[in-house]
Every structure is written in C-alpha cells, then in structure tokens.
C-alpha cells in the first residue's frame, strides 16, 4: 500500500495552465478508471474535485480536468486563479478492497 | 445541508486506546459506505478504513489491522474508530468522509469530509 506518486510542487501565473502528475501501478491507478483528485486549502478538509479520472462533481469550475494514461493519471487546471493556490491530491482504489492517496502536490499561484 | 462532525480527539499515552466519533447530519445515513481517512502533521493523506452502510463489511489499511476498529450506529447516525495499542506514528488528524454508494466498491469516492480531530500518541 504505497502511497502514488506526485510532484512535490508546481507553479504557474493566473491566467496560465498546470499539470499534476500521479503516478502509480497496474495495481491502482493502472487497473481502475477510478482516480478521484482533491484540493485541501491550509487548515481546512479537502474537497472532491474530480472523480472517475475526468468527472467534474457539480459547483466545481470546469477549468479542473483530469485525465488518464496507463499507470498515471493527470490533473489540469487551465486558467489558474489565485484560489487556486493549495495541496492537491489524487486517490484511486487499490487491489483487495483498500484506497492510496498521492504524496500530495502544492500549487503556488505566482 | 450535508454535515460530518468529529470528536474525541485528545493526547494519549503509547499503547493505550481512543474511540473517535463521527456524528452525521442532512442525509441518509444507512444509505451510505463511511471511511476514515488521517493525516500526520505536514504530511499527506493516508486512507484507513471503510464500513459499509450496514456495517457487515469493513476494511483496513496495513498499518492499523489488529489495533483499529471501525462501526457504525445507523440508529445514532454516528461512525466509530476504536484506537486501541496506539504508536507515535498515528498522531495525525482524522477525518471522517462519505462515499458514494452503500457497498465498498471500486468507484468510491470521499465527499464530503469533517472538519477533523487531532490525535496526538505521546508519552
């Protein structure tokens, strides 16, 4: 049960487009169309905002895509906004009816 | 409107136990698979267990099999995660969060989540 692999940090101006990578294993991210991504602002619960690789939950700016490429999957936000700044993370089921979470990625809005 | 709030968080000594609580509000609770999903200090999120809506079936990681329990009381709308032979390296806040669906299945997800509670192992 090892934790996905992120970047630890990306950055980018308002206005401009970053990708999160996470990476994992035929035994997760690989095996299932079912990554989910969440941001967790400091201090605050994270919050749902893409399920099944690439579905946005209502309330959540479609400027938040996901994607999915063999064993890694991919978080887009197109058109940063400075509230965009905050830790993000990816999730996919795991084999044998567990959950693994990414490192974690910190967006820094410039 | 949809609400998750936990309880029972505190400083404890090594080895010894805690229950934490998770109170649920604005929805169907029975309707719902529950998890409990922590995060040590600066660190990432680590998933720990999930209980079906009726609590017949439950799942653990690794880390906590043997020393950890999660139960739900559907009367109550309230989650549990009994902590018992507890280590410093489960110091962490833990949330509770909502699934999707009624039955562990691939396709979950955690939303919403509680605000936390801070557990702290230490002598």
């Known amino acids: 049960q090892s934790a996905l692999t992120q970047p630890r940090s990306v950055s980018g101006s308002p206005g401009q487009s970053v990708t999160i990578s996470c990476t994992g294993t035929s035994s997760e991210v690989g095996g299932y169309d079912y990554v989910s991504w969440y941001q967790q602002h400091p201090g605050k619960a994270p919050k749902l905002m893409i399920y099944?690789?690439?579905e946005r939950p209502s309330g959540v700016p479609g400027r938040f895509s996901g994607s999915k490429s063999g064993n890694t999957a991919s978080l887009t936000i197109s058109g940063l906004h400075p509230d965009d700044e905050a830790e993000y993370y990816c999730s996919s089921y795991a084999d044998i009816n567990t959950f693994v979470f990414g490192t974690g990625t910190k967006v820094t809005v410039l | 409107q949809v609400q998750l709030v936990e309880s029972g968080g505190g400083v404890v000594q090594p080895g010894r136990s805690l229950r934490l609580s998770c109170a649920a509000s604005?929805?169907?609770?029975?309707?719902?698979?529950m998890h409990w999903v922590r995060q040590a200090p600066g660190k990432g999120l680590e998933w720990v267990a999930v209980i079906s809506y009726d609590g017949n079936i439950e799942y653990y990681t690794d880390s906590v099999k043997g020393r950890f329990t999660i139960s739900r009381d559907n009367s109550r709308n309230t989650l549990y995660l009994q902590m018992n032979s507890l280590r410093p390296e489960d110091t962490a806040v833990y949330y509770c969060?909502?699934?999707?669906?009624?039955?562990?299945?691939?396709?979950?997800?955690?939303?919403?989540w509680g605000q936390g509670t801070l557990v702290t192992v230490s002598s």
């Open positions: 604005g929805f169907t609770f029975n309707n719902y698979v």
């Open positions: 099944d690789v690439n």
């Open positions: 969060a909502r699934d999707r669906f009624r039955v562990v299945v691939p396709s979950a997800w955690f939303d919403p």
